[in-house]
Structures are given as C-alpha cells and as structure tokens.
C-alpha cells in the first residue's frame, strides 16, 4: 500500500480535512476541532483497516485488525519510562528518531519511508528527498514531555455530554473536546501527538504509523464512553437541535475527504455494524 501510493492518500486526505474549514470560516474543520473529530477518525480507521485485510498477499493470513495502543498506562510499565515500550523498538514501529541525524528514524520496518510534507506557500505536498520519519519522543520542547495518565482517562469519563456549542476548541462540558485535548489542554489526544513529535506534530501526522494506533486508542475511548450508558450515549449535534449553524459537524451531514463516500456521523455510531455505501451489510469491529 505504500508502494502503489494508497497510504499516501491517507495522509493527503488528513491534511485536506485540517485544510477545510467546516462550515466556512469556522475554527472547526473536516475532521478535527469540532464534534466530527471522533467519526471522521472512526471513519479514516475503517477504511485503512479494510484495505489491510484486502492487501494481505495470498497465502498470508491478514491482520485481525488494527492494534490500539494504550498510552495511558505506560506510566505502570517500563519503570514509568515509556521511551523504553517495545513499541520502539526495530520488530515493531522503529525507535526514537536519532538526534545525530535530524532525529530521524532509521531502523523498523518503515526506516527507507519518505514522508509526504506539506507546503503551505505553495498548497502542495512534497516528498521529503531523504528516507526516515522524525520522532523526538517526549523531548520536543515545543512538544509534551509526558504522556495522558489513567488519572486523565478518569476525568474524562466524568463527562457526560458528548459536545456542546460553539461546537470547536471553546466548548466547555465536552467529552469530545476534553477528550481531543483542547479543553484544559494539551491534554489525551493532542497531548499523545505533541509527546510523539517530530511528523506526528503535524497536519500530514498519518505520515508515521503510530498515529492508527494512537487514533484507535482515542476511538476506543469514545466507544468505551459510548457504551457507558443503555442506549448508548448519543452525537451531538443533531441536524434538528443545530439548524444550519453548523453543516458538516451534524449527525447527518456526510463527512468529506474520505476514501468512501456517503459516511455520516450517524453510520459510524455502532462500531458493530459500521457501514457505508461499500461496507454495507458488512459486520464492523470490536475492542478487546
Ligand atoms: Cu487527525
């Protein structure tokens, strides 16, 4: 998949969400910033998941699915250290970038990977001339020195209202903004890709593998928030409660740049029967 270039459109695809203000002019866009952020991400997740099991050559067996990294509780491993996870390390996504070499990563099974980079004066991507993504785990400055802790996950739990207007980085009494890391921020997901840093800090983050296992991890919590409560807790807003104050974040509304037309916030709510015009009909996926 990174070969024939469909990965790449992953990556596009993020920066062309975080490029689209949703609706027009808001702060909010067409995947973060607003209550889109979980079902676009749940969406974005499927879709890759799916073309993984698709692309696994024959006679291999395909991945179960994608794995969720839990963050939270590196703080019980490891000596508290998360540096020393043997998510870093060359079996599984490489290690930290290597401060010799413009901490780039140069072992793993994505070590020969050029990121596709962004380049705002000239709205275009580029492909960056040298292989090796850029991690600086937990020693960017301008990034976060530690991970979310489960103390964070416990906070989080405490609300109860999936999202509230104005719907974007103010919303107050918002699981969905507490839960992104604006709200008394940086904190859970914005904190995970300023703790990664180096290519996770940016709009083309989908360039380093980790962020699907972060992201599932993030989507893991909103179902486990979500199945908290019989029936499960619901969206907001509504098409009805928001009127046209707020196309696009609606429960309604179909989400744009994603591989597959049709998805709406409302599809995506039971992970069991996810569908789309494609995958209709199709069983979804479960945390374990
Ligand atoms: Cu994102």
């Known amino acids: 998949m990174k070969t024939s270039g469909a990965y790449d459109d992953f990556i596009r695809r993020h920066m062309t969400a975080m490029n689209t203000p949703t609706p027009a002019g808001a702060e909010s866009n067409a995947g973060h910033s607003g209550p889109i952020f979980l079902p676009w991400h749940r969406a974005c997740l499927w879709e890759l998941e799916t073309m993984l099991i698709a692309a696994a050559p024959a006679g291999t067996t395909p991945i179960a699915g994608i794995p969720y990294w839990a963050w939270e509780v590196e703080a019980r491993l490891n000596a508290g250290n998360p540096r020393r996870s043997k998510l870093w390390t060359p079996a599984y996504l490489g290690g930290d970038g290597d401060m010799a070499a413009g901490n780039r990563v140069l072992n793993g099974p994505f ?4 990121a596709l980079i962004w380049n705002n004066s000239t709205r ?8 090796g993504l850029i991690r600086l785990l937990g020693r960017d400055s301008a990034g976060s020195s530690t991970l979310p802790d489960e103390n964070q996950i416990a906070d989080l739990m405490t609300y109860t209202t999936y999202d509230r207007p104005p719907y974007n980085k103010s919303s107050t ?10 709200l008394g921020g940086p904190r859970l997901h914005n904190q995970v890709h300023r703790w990664v840093a180096g290519d996770m800090l940016v709009g083309t983050s989908p360039n380093d593998p980790v962020f699907w296992l972060h992201h599932a991890n993030v ?8 199945s908290a409560a ?3 807790r619901p969206y907001a807003p509504t098409n009805a409660s928001a009127g046209t104050s707020y196309a696009g974040q609606r429960a309604d509304d ?7 037309s049709g998805w709406t916030p409302n599809g995506v709510q039971d992970i069991s029967t996810l569908h789309d015009a494609q995958t209709a009909g199709t069983p979804g996926y479960s945390y374990i």
Do not use: H, I, K, Y
């Open 124 to 131: 275009s991507f580029n492909r960056r001339t040298s292989a």
């Open 111 to 114: 070590a020969d990977w050029q």
């Open 219 to 226: 989507d893991r919590l909103w179902w486990t928030w979500q």
């Open 173 to 182: 009494s918002s699981f969905r903004n507490r839960l992104e890391g604006w």
């Open 254 to 260: 179909v989400m744009t740049s994603l591989l597959w």
């Open 230 to 232: 019989t029936p499960r």
